[in-house]
């Protein structure tokens, strides 16, 4: 337990240094360092960096310290494990994190019983934030980001589509979230597969694709290797050559780009934030970003919502002082709108849910970079599962 | 067929194939209460082969095994070693990381169908243990019964092999090569122990030392090939022209 | 029979098998882990989670030792009787009845069953085959698992586990001190059984058959029999630990089902020693505490600390921390004594 | 049409699992060792290879062919150092000490080289369709079954028509016959393992496509490298090669007619298989 010694200890001796009304306000973020879904830990880390090298470290004299936990590959016991540690021995005042929507819904009562704020950096499963009044979220919900898509399709000349989409719970609300929109517009449904999670070689799916001759191809698969092999299937295979348009959601994050090579050029996908976006809070973001990680540093959806997470906790800290009760927290944050890089953000202070723009973006090649331009805006977009199941629990 | 009264086992007709290779071929063997025979044969007559059929390591193609009137040639080998039908190994499979003691004590437990006690164990288990001193004593290695087997010379080993084979409280015991590897100044160890062995018992030796054979046994069953050339006294068997070529290498079949 | 036998026969008859021995004051060593593990409960607020993990851990890793350290079955595939457990006990809190101890024995009863059928297919297989079976299956439970969202919640977990007090008394608290002890007194029970049954004849038939199938047969050993029955009791160890980390955590994910969990809880029986039940305790305890650190310096330096020491461990030290332990007391005891100690492990 | 396009697709899988667990059915049948670091060589293989072709611009078989040699050469190192002293050893020290190995490559691959999964190193002129009559087909996937072709003919040769290929056969079939007539196991042992491992790190670079390449690699296929020895019988060549096209080809026919039973398939084929016949399809003499 060396590392929480030392912790401890210089943050023992910040507090002595600082003056005497200055407090430490504790952050505490549970997100996966090792594991397949280190890429997390790490966008999150360097995204912590820049923010507090851009805002300073502390708020009106009282230092924001960050404590991070790794919750590992995907253990949501874990989750809750570092939770109990944080807020019995760390005494954090705001807790944040969690990759996956297990790791979150493991601290639900655990959170609600000590009510600490506790703010959802990916988890994206809709239900979340309704286990706990002490939730509020700052990434998204996949009903969310996928919802406009749909429409958007039939609109724009693709009137059949096929689905494939990893089997897991992200993967089949996605699917039925992006059709019920798509049948909505009048497009027509020619084939929905669901692949399982270890499989990588896609072939037999994209033939059965190819085969359904449909306009188009809706893909939901995990960041990483299932996404990057099934993209490569899909121009490998001829699907792209037959004229059959790729949409997808995160899997055309800029980061994961160059994993594609020239083959995702075209494909269209819908999310939060579009990186390339030349708002002057982007802008400053890319580059503090940049400054701390190196000038290859590409921000993501993991980013965007730990910066947002810190605008508001720094936020919270000016107008309440260093203590404040969860309740105030969660009151006054959830209360806020943020002009977020992304766009503006804010919530819905009964579901404590982010209210958010949704950008249909394609992937074109601008100065020899590989890139997401905006479509298509769609503003203001609530979660859609929570409107249509308002009792669910 | 006739078959003597006080029997304990009888075979007939044993046959086992290996593809094409017949390796034993309409075996019959009959061994009486208290029987001392000796099996011999050059190497590759399928001695062992005629073991493991016995013992149900091996099943056999076609024959029939008998023991008191139960035919076995169907049965598992544990269920035959129920039967009273008990091995020893040519090769050591002691378990060489136990005890001396335990490794006749575990023998002893099976048989007294303590072996599936898990809990509440204690006299049970203490009952085997000095059940194996006991055997370890016949056997003349009741000093070493703390030590761990991998330990023992040679000789010792062998003796502990027979101990767990009497621990067995067997009818027939099957003897396969207790005196291999041991150096002949030490063959008469074994030769002594042999002799100790409960009147009772029904012993087939299979054995290359042909002294140990020729002074333990009262019959010889030589096998060539995997058929039964001929069963007689020691004294007709070294004299027998038959027997005398193969073991010169001449085939006689 | 010696004198030193006579005393120990008459111990025996006073005292259950396992502490057959005449009392000398080593035997105070075994009282060591319960006490660190009783003082923890009263220093270690915030981590009680973690301590809680840790004995889940340890009695997972000691079923590994019974079925794979004595019995000698070797296997990849043992998360599947964990996860198993632990599914059973959510599903039977969320859908039966929320009593703890009734939905422990209720996933011990199922994974040992499953423990049972599956055992009783694949225990004809030995080595490399064996391994492939183990693996397959707990690929298959996992399969099922995931398919299943319905009655498994799928990948987002199983979720609404409600715990009644233990025994209508003990609720558990929010900071995991009442599932501290109880999984303190599960694992208790665990080991006393355990205990015995390495030292009872049956343990000792199974040690056999490891280090010697041949042999067992020519004794007249059933020894698939002994094999199923040693792989079901194991299994039910198993799943009496994947039952307590749904109950503590009141969460089942699909990891408790991975091959990752198998390897782990296989890596931390090796860590401790193998066939030495106390290896489970250090090689557990050890791997949560150590990736708990190593795991926060840098992401994947735990992954070389693990894989530096697995290799060492195999290459330098067989038998593990335990072994490394057990040597070092030899020495300080005189070489005499060492030698006295011959065959008789803990 | 469709049955051949499957056809087509299975076998270019199944040659990629048959390249890279060729060698895994060598360790595990010839030295008995339970070999689970054998995907780290593949990885080390299709990790070099893609930075040859992506920092060096080396062309695509070219890197790969280093790739194998780099792969190899490790592998004889690895031999030389931690598997000799296993011989000896139990199957769970040998489980344990290969894991080890794995999580050492992954780690050390991870940090050297990044978390996120590789880009594509499959050039462009694989990266395209062609017409072969009935349809047009990915060029990669031909050239997969081209490679995998000619390279079980190479070890066919050796293993079948080369002196060294007689000796290790008679190795495999009896071991301990082989150290009695004087055979320089050792050495045959540790020339067996670079070749394993080299064409495991070859399979690895032009696998890619199929395999994508990502942390971890060594860990994720690792169980279908398994699956190829367990059914083709543990050291036989050619169970290897009529294993892995057997699964490759079940596995995407699978997928393409049932695809709702995805992952259970192979996985209850393969359990029901070994339970059948414990010692796979085409076991060598010694385990028949």
Not at chain 4, 144 to 172: K, Q
Not at chain 4, 238 to 253: E, M, N
Request: glycine residues 10%; charged residues 15%; contains cysteine.
């Amino acid at each position: 337990m060396k590392r929480r010694l030392i912790a401890s200890a210089a943050a023992a001796l910040i507090t002595l240094s600082t003056a005497a009304y200055a407090d430490v306000v504790k952050f505490g973020i549970i997100a996966p360092f090792s594991g397949p879904f280190a890429v997390w830990g790490k966008q999150f880390k360097d995204s912590v960096e820049a923010f507090q090298k851009l805002n300073g470290k502390s708020v009106n004299g009282h230092e924001i310290q960050i404590i991070w936990r790794d919750e590992g590959a995907g253990d949501a016991s874990k989750s809750r494990q570092f939770a109990e540690e944080l807020i019995l021995r760390e005494k954090v005042n705001v807790l944040g994190g969690f990759a996956l929507t297990p790791d979150a819904l493991a601290v639900s009562e655990v959170i609600s019983e000590s009510k600490t704020p506790t703010i959802i950096l990916n988890a994206a499963t809709s239900i979340v934030t309704r286990k706990s009044p002490y939730f509020l979220r700052v990434s998204m919900t996949v009903a969310q980001y996928v919802s406009p898509l749909g429409g958007w399709a039939v609109q724009n000349g693709i009137k059949s589509i096929y689905t494939m989409v990893s089997d897991y719970a992200p993967g089949i609300d996605a699917q039925d979230e992006f059709l019920s929109g798509f049948e909505k517009a009048g497009g027509k449904v020619l084939g929905k597969d669901r692949v399982p999670l270890n499989v990588t070689d896609f072939a037999p799916y994209m033939e059965r694709a190819l085969q359904s001759k449909a306009d188009g191809l809706f893909i939901f698969a995990p960041a990483g290797a299932p996404s990057v092999a099934m993209v490569r299937e899909f121009e490998r295979r001829g699907l792209k050559a037959a004229g059959m348009k790729l949409l997808g959601t995160g899997e055309m994050q800029e980061i994961f780009l160059p994993s594609f090579g020239d083959s995702i050029l075209g494909a269209i996908s819908s999310t939060h934030y579009t990186e390339s976006n030349q708002r002057p809070e982007n802008i400053a973001f890319r580059k503090a970003l940049t400054e701390v990680a190196g000038k290859d540093a590409v921000p993501d959806m993991a980013s965007i919502a730990v910066w947002d997470a810190l605008g508001l906790v720094y936020e919270t800290v000016k107008a309440l002082g260093p203590k404040f009760t969860g309740d105030q927290a969660i009151d006054f944050m959830k209360s806020k709108t943020i002009n977020s890089p992304r766009g503006p953000i804010s919530w819905d202070p009964k579901e404590r849910d982010i209210i958010q723009n949704v950008y249909i973006r394609e992937v074109k090649k601008v100065d020899g970079k590989l890139i997401n331009v905006d479509l298509a805006t769609y503003e203001k977009v609530r979660d859609p599962w929570k409107d249509n199941h308002p009792d669910a629990k | 067929m006739n078959v003597a009264a006080d029997n304990i086992l009888t075979v007939r007709g044993l046959c086992k194939n290996f593809g094409a290779l017949a390796v034993t071929q309409q075996v019959d063997l009959d061994l009486a209460r208290g029987a001392r025979i000796g099996l011999i044969g050059p190497n590759g007559a399928g001695k062992t082969t005629l073991v493991n059929l016995l013992t149900g390591m091996l099943s056999s193609d076609a024959g029939t095994i008998v023991i008191d009137g139960h035919h076995i040639e169907k049965a598992k080998p544990e269920t035959r070693v129920r039967h009273g039908l008990v091995r020893t190994h040519q090769i050591n499979t002691l378990l060489m990381e136990t005890s001396v003691r335990d490794n006749v004590a575990i023998a002893v437990a099976e048989r007294q169908n303590y072996a599936w006690r898990m809990l509440r164990y204690g006299p049970q288990w203490r009952a085997c243990l000095d059940e194996a001193q006991h055997y370890l004593e016949e056997m003349r290695i009741g000093h070493a019964g703390d030590r761990r087997v991998s330990e023992l010379p040679y000789g010792e080993q062998r003796l502990l092999e027979i101990a767990i084979g009497l621990s067995l409280k067997p009818r027939i015991l099957l003897l396969d090569e207790p005196g291999a590897g041991i150096p002949s100044t030490e063959a008469h160890i074994i030769h002594e122990a042999l002799e100790s062995l409960p009147p009772d018992i029904a012993i087939l030796l299979i054995e290359h030392d042909m002294d140990l054979v020729f002074k333990f046994a009262r019959e010889i069953v030589v096998l060539v090939l995997g058929r039964v050339l001929t069963r007689d006294v020691p004294a007709n068997i070294s004299s027998n022209a038959e027997v005398r070529s193969v073991y010169l290498g001449r085939s006689v079949v | 029979m010696t004198n030193q036998q006579q005393a120990t026969t008459q111990q025996q008859i006073l005292a259950p098998a396992a502490m057959s021995r005449p009392f000398s004051p080593a035997m105070l060593w075994h009282l060591l882990p319960w006490v660190i593990a009783l003082i923890f409960f009263f220093v270690g607020d915030g981590y009680h989670s973690l301590g809680t993990n840790i004995l889940v851990m340890i009695l997972f890793a000691l079923s590994l030792d019974l079925a794979l350290g004595y019995a000698g079955i070797i296997t990849l595939g043992h998360a599947a009787f964990f996860g198993a457990g632990a599914y059973a006990a959510g599903i039977f809190a969320i859908h039966f009845n929320a009593d703890p101890v009734l939905g422990l024995l209720a996933a011990t009863a199922i994974a040992g069953l499953l423990g049972l059928l599956t055992g009783m297919l694949i225990l004809h297989t030995r080595g490399e085959t064996l391994l492939m079976l183990t693996l397959a299956i707990a690929a298959i439970f996992y399969e099922i698992a995931n398919h299943a969202r319905w009655l498994t919640g799928g990948d987002d977990g199983l979720s609404g586990i409600r715990v009644t007090p233990v025994f209508g008394l003990f609720r558990f608290d929010l900071w995991g001190k009442t599932a501290f002890l109880y999984a303190l007194s599960v694992l208790f029970i665990w080991f006393i059984i355990a205990a015995l049954v390495v030292r009872s004849p049956f343990g000792r038939s199974l040690d056999g058959i490891r280090q010697n199938t041949k042999r067992m047969r020519a004794i007249g050993t059933p020894v698939w029999w002994r094999l199923v029955a040693m792989y079901s009791l194991s299994a039910a160890m198993a799943g009496s630990a994947g039952a307590l980390t749904a109950q503590s955590t009141r969460l089942v994910g699909l990891s408790t089902l991975e091959l990752l969990t198998s390897g782990i809880v296989a890596v931390m029986l090796v860590l401790g020693g193998e066939r030495r039940l106390y290896g489970a305790f250090i090689g557990a305890a050890i791997y949560v505490v150590v990736q708990d650190f190593a795991g926060s310096i840098s992401p994947f330096i735990w992954m070389f600390v693990i894989g530096f020491l697995l290799i060492i461990i195999v290459l330098f030290f067989e038998g593990g921390l335990m072994g490394i332990i057990d040597s070092v007391v030899a020495k300080l005891k005189g070489k005499a004594d060492a030698s006295g100690q011959t065959g008789k492990r803990t | 049409m469709q049955a051949l396009t499957i056809l087509l697709d299975g076998i270019s899988y199944g040659m990629v699992l048959f390249i890279i667990s060729v060698g895994l059915t060598v360790t595990m049948g010839l030295m008995r060792v339970v070999n689970l670091a054998h995907g780290a060589f593949a990885m080390i293989g299709g990790y070099i290879a893609t930075v040859l072709v992506l920092q060096a611009g080396v062309p695509f078989l070219l890197s790969a062919l280093i790739a194998a040699v780099v792969a190899g050469a490790l592998g004889g190192l690895a031999e030389l150092t931690v598997y000799r002293p296993l011989y000896r050893k139990g199957e769970l020290p040998q489980v344990l000490l290969t894991i080890g190995l794995c999580f050492v490559v992954i780690a050390g691959l991870t940090l050297f080289v990044g978390a996120t999964p590789l880009p594509a190193i499959v050039p462009a002129s694989l990266d395209r369709m062609v017409d072969i009559g009935f349809r047009s087909y990915p060029a990669y996937r031909l050239f997969l079954i081209v490679v995998g072709a000619v390279l079980a003919f190479i070890v066919w040769l050796i293993v079948e028509r080369s002196l060294f290929g007689a000796r290790l056969r008679a190795a495999v079939d009896d071991p301990q016959m082989a150290r009695a007539v004087g055979m320089n196991v050792n050495r045959m042992f540790t020339v067996t393992f670079i070749g394993g491992c080299a064409l495991a790190g070859f399979g690895g670079a032009i696998g890619a496509g199929v395999l994508p390449l990502e942390p971890f690699y060594a860990l994720r296929y690792l169980v279908y490298f398994l699956i190829v020895v367990a059914v083709g019988g543990m050291g036989s060549f050619r169970g290897s090669l009529v294993a892995a096209l057997a699964i490759g080809i079940v596995d995407t026919a699978g997928r393409y007619i049932v695809p709702q039973f995805g992952g259970f398939l192979l996985y209850v084929l393969v359990f029901g298989l070994l339970l059948w016949r414990p010692n796979g399809l085409l076991p060598p003499k010694s385990v028949a």
